[in-house]
C-alpha cells in the first residue's frame, strides 16, 4: 500500500470515528431533561396531536386544511405520535431536525473550504441550538437544515489555479438536486430562496472571468 493510501484509509477512520461521535454529541440535548426545553414546540406537538384526533374521527366537527409549505414538521410529529407516543414523537422529530441542520452545517462548510474543518464542530453545535432552536420555529430550522444540504452537495469550488471542481457539470447537478429543495418547501419558503440564490449566484460566478465577478458582486450587494 502507498503513502496516499494508506494517508487516505487514515482519514476514512477518522471519519467513520467521528460521524457517530459528533453525531451523539450533538443529540444530547434532546435527551438529558424531562422533556426538550423549546417555545413553540408546544403548539407544534398540540396540532399534530389535534390532527391525529381528526384522522381518527375523534374530533367532529373538525378538518385538516391543506397547506403547500410550513407543515413538514408537524407532518412528521404526527406519523411518529401515532406510532411512539407524544413524548417520543417530539425527541424523535427534533433529534432528526439537529442532524440534518448539524451535518448539513459541517457539510457545507467542508465542501466551500475544500478541507474537513472538524474544529467547527463545537461552532456548528452551538448554532443547532441557537435561537431558532429555542423559540421552536421547527418547520424553518427543518428547511434551512435541508436547503444547507443543497449548496454542499452542489457547490463547484475554484482552486488556486482556477480550475473547477466539477467543470462542465454545474448547471445539471443543480437541476439534478432541486427536490431536494421541493421537500424543503413543504418546511418554509424563505431558506429554500436563500438556497436556490445562493447556488445559482455561485455557479454564475464560477463561470465568469475574474474581472467581471466584482461587476456580479456589485450588482448583488445593491439589490440586497
Known sequence: MTTNQFSRAGRLSRNWIAVPFFS????????????IQSADLGSHAYNAWLACQIEAGQAPGLSISRQSTNVLFDLMLQRLMVRVGADWAQRLAVSACVLIFGWGAIRFLFRVSGRNWWFAGPCVAMLAYGYIFQMGFFN?????????????????????????????????ILVLWVPLLLVAWIAHPVPVVWAAGTAVYATIVNSLPPYRRRIVLAFGLAAL
Request: aromatic share 18%; hydrophobic share 40%; proline share 7%.
Open 24 to 35: 451523539a454529541l450533538l443529540l444530547i440535548p434532546c435527551f438529558w431533561q424531562s422533556r
Open 140 to 172: 424553518f430550522y427543518l428547511s434551512l437544515g435541508l436547503c444547507l444540504w443543497y449548496p454542499a452537495i452542489t457547490w463547484t469550488r475554484i482552486d488556486s489555479e482556477g480550475n473547477e471542481s466539477r467543470p462542465g457539470n454545474a448547471w445539471r
